[in-house]
């Protein structure tokens, strides 16, 4: 079981690279995505849940292996990772190995995160690279979870284990995305998945002001 949190405002294509990348990695059939409703470790979204929701469904259409689903956008309170992840251990069982996949910028900041020290209980980590992001590979070991070689080693239990990947390194960046936008930026608009960009303009959002 394959899980991909993000506040995906608005979802871009390192987020979806990343996708295919774990599933490719793991030689999974599916992936599901958890768009955070209220995401705890930064401010409020330039997006409402509903548009961000909408638009990581418009950009993972043509794509059957994405699964959406909206728990945490749903649930009230913030979006902790610990909540979706003990949901998930319940719906699973026990032995069923669930991996949490995270750039490394969100991996660097582990230490902070609620319940950190129950999550190797739950999940594995599976983390990858992002340029720019200094990550400490010893954080992970610090907080409990215990350090793999190879995607065979998460696969061959149900949690605990944590692997650094280096995929295609991906410069984009939905802040980025926010600020061409507002700005009318072409680079980063025009790479953003069509659909997706036509949302943005109907409902008129990240405009001046907007984030
Ligand atoms: P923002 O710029 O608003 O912080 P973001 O681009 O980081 O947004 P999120 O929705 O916050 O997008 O990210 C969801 C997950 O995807 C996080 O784990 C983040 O580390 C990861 N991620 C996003 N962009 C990249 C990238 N270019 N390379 C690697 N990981 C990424």
Do not use: K, N
């Not at 649930?75 to 750039?103: I, N, Q």
């Not at 739950?122 to 992001?133: F, Q, T």
């Not at 200094?134 to 907080?143: G, K, N, S, T, V």
């Amino acid at each position: 079981m394959l899980l991909f949190g993000g506040t995906f405002d608005p979802v871009h294509p390192a987020h979806l690279a990343m996708a295919r990348e774990a599933l490719a990695l793991c030689r999974a059939d599916s992936l599901i995505l958890l768009p955070a409703g209220d995401p705890p470790h930064r401010e409020a979204p330039g997006a409402s849940a509903e548009h961000r929701l909408r638009m990581l469904a418009l950009a993972c259409a043509g794509d059957p292996r994405l699964r959406i689903d909206p728990r945490e956008l749903r649930r009230p309170g913030p979006s902790y990772s610990l909540l979706t992840a003990r949901e998930y251990r319940d719906e699973c069982g026990e032995d069923t190995p669930v991996l949490l996949v995270l750039g490394a910028d969100a991996a660097a900041g582990l230490g902070s995160w609620h319940g950190a020290r129950e999550l190797p209980g739950l999940v594995h980590l599976l983390v990858l690279a992002r340029p720019g992001a200094r990550f400490d590979p010893l954080l992970p070991e610090r907080l409990g979870w215990q350090s793999a070689q190879d995607v065979a080693s998460l696969l061959g239990c149900a949690a605990g284990r944590f692997l650094q990947h280096t995929g295609p390194l991906m410069e984009h960046s939905a802040t980025a995305v926010r600020g061409a936008l507002r700005e009318g930026g072409t680079d980063e608009v025009g790479l953003l998945d069509p659909a997706v960009l036509a949302y943005i303009r109907e409902h008129g959002l990240y405009r001046s002001g907007s984030d």
